[in-house]
Structure formats: structure tokens, C-alpha cells
T-cell receptor, first 112, second 114 residues
Framework: EAQVTQNPRYLITVTGKKLTVTCSQNMNHEYMSWYRQDPGLGLRQIYYSMNVEVTDKGDVPEGYKVSRKEKRNFPLILESPSPNQTSLYFC???????????FGQGTRLTVV | AQSVTQPDIHITVSEGASLELRCNYSYGATPYLFWYVQSPGQGLQLLLKYFSGDTLVQGIKGFEAEFKRSQSSFNLRKPSVHWSDAAEYFCAVGARAGGFKTIFGAGTRLFVKA
């Protein structure tokens, strides 16, 4: 089954404690992306990757890092989480030129 | 600047009534256009998309949307709403010429009255 898998689905952490949210897709997609969803703001793009070792900033990259060492994986790293990064995070992937993105189920992160 | 506007934060309709959710975009050229639906606690599911051709596109669950270039709009419609349609709906635009720049609207939450 074609899917994008994020882990964990829920996470509560404390300010400053480094964390990683994993994202994996089994569709051999070149493009992968991370979004955060906040009430009234919709989804905002954090980072995206057009292929292995090719990443670029989206609209709200501050406080986040990503890496793309393998085609299937695109982890999101918060080196020093802060409460304003409490949000719902989505990973997505797609093929070039296809337009339509496939989304993971989301990771609800709370930073206290 | 590129943007997507969904003017209605929330809409309430009666079950069986018709529905129209509005979406306006600002983009340098004709982009790809999408509508996604998000049920509570779920990820986003694609309802329909417009790439080119017929400006009236049909999607899943009985939804359709019409692209109007002159109005920069891509409104979502359904002739008869079901209680299971209660969810949040997102309009999105994406670049045609490569890249992964997809811009989402803020969303419209649909409530359905019995």
C-alpha cells in the first residue's frame, strides 16, 4: 500500500530537548516536504527536498532542520524545541510534475 | 505575492442542502489547484485537482470544483451535503514548473446540521 508514515503520532516534550520526527514513504517519490498546521493559518511549509541531499527552506524554517540521506526518509529535527513549535506536523511526498501530494497521518507535538 | 484565501473560517449547512466553499488565489501564472479534506484527527485527503483542460472538475465523494481564471477562483461545491462531510477543507495551489512549493489556504471548517 502506498503510504507516507510519520512517527511518532503524538509527542510531548520539554523546552530544549532535541527531538526527531521521522517520515518515510514507499512510493519512490523524489519530492518530500514538511508542513506545520496551526489554527487559522492552514498548512505552512517548513522545508522541502527535491531529491537525496537536495533540501531547501520553505516559509517557516526557523528552529528546524532536515536531512535527506536516502530517498525514502526525510526526518524533521528540532534541535532545541520551544513552546511556539507546538503544532501539528505533516510530512508529504510526490513525484515531480505530478502536483498531488500524499500526506502522512500527522504528528501532534506539544512543547512545554 | 503568492497566496490562497479561503474567506470563510467556518460554514454551517443543513444535511441535504447544497454547499459552496470559496477559494481565491494569487499566483504568477496558472498553477495546479487542489482541494483537500481533513477529518478530525486525520491527515489530508485529496478531493480533486485541476491541472488543465475542462474547468469543471469532478472529485471524490460527490464534490466538484470550477476553475475561473478571470476571477482567480477555484470554488468547491456539492449539491447535497451529508453529515459525514463535516470536516475541514483546504484549498491549495502548487507550482507547475517543478519545485515543491505548495501554498495552502487557512481552511474552512464545515459543520453539518441534522
Amino acid at each position: 500500500e502506498a503510504q507516507v508514515t510519520q512517527n511518532p503520532r503524538y509527542l510531548i516534550t520539554v523546552t530544549g530537548k532535541k527531538l526527531t520526527v521521522t517520515c518515510s514513504q514507499n512510493m519512490n517519490h523524489e519530492y518530500m516536504s514538511w508542513y506545520r498546521q496551526d489554527p487559522g493559518l492552514g498548512l505552512r511549509q517548513i522545508y522541502y527536498s527535491m531529491n537525496v541531499e537536495v533540501t531547501d527552506k520553505g516559509d517557516v524554517p526557523e528552529g528546524y532542520k532536515v536531512s535527506r540521506k536516502e530517498k525514502r526518509n526525510f526526518p524533521l529535527i528540532l534541535e532545541s524545541p520551544s513552546p511556539n513549535q507546538t503544532s501539528l506536523y505533516f510530512c508529504a511526498s510526490r513525484l515531480p510534475g505530478q502536483g498531488r501530494a500524499f500526506f502522512g497521518q500527522g504528528t501532534r507535538l506539544t512543547v512545554v | 505575492a503568492q497566496s490562497v484565501t479561503q474567506p470563510d473560517i467556518h460554514i454551517t449547512v443543513s444535511e441535504g442542502a447544497s454547499l459552496e466553499l470559496r477559494c481565491n488565489y494569487s499566483y504568477g501564472a496558472t498553477p495546479y489547484l487542489f482541494w483537500y479534506v481533513q477529518s478530525p484527527g486525520q491527515g489530508l485527503q485529496l478531493l480533486l485537482k485541476y491541472f488543465s483542460g475542462d474547468t469543471l472538475v469532478q472529485g471524490i465523494k460527490g464534490f466538484e470544483a470550477e476553475f475561473k481564471r478571470s476571477q482567480s477562483s477555484f470554488n468547491l461545491r456539492k449539491p447535497s451535503v451529508h453529515w459525514s462531510d463535516a470536516a475541514e477543507y483546504f484549498c491549495a495551489v502548487g507550482a507547475r514548473a517543478g519545485g515543491f512549493k505548495t501554498i495552502f489556504g487557512a481552511g474552512t471548517r464545515l459543520f453539518v446540521k441534522a
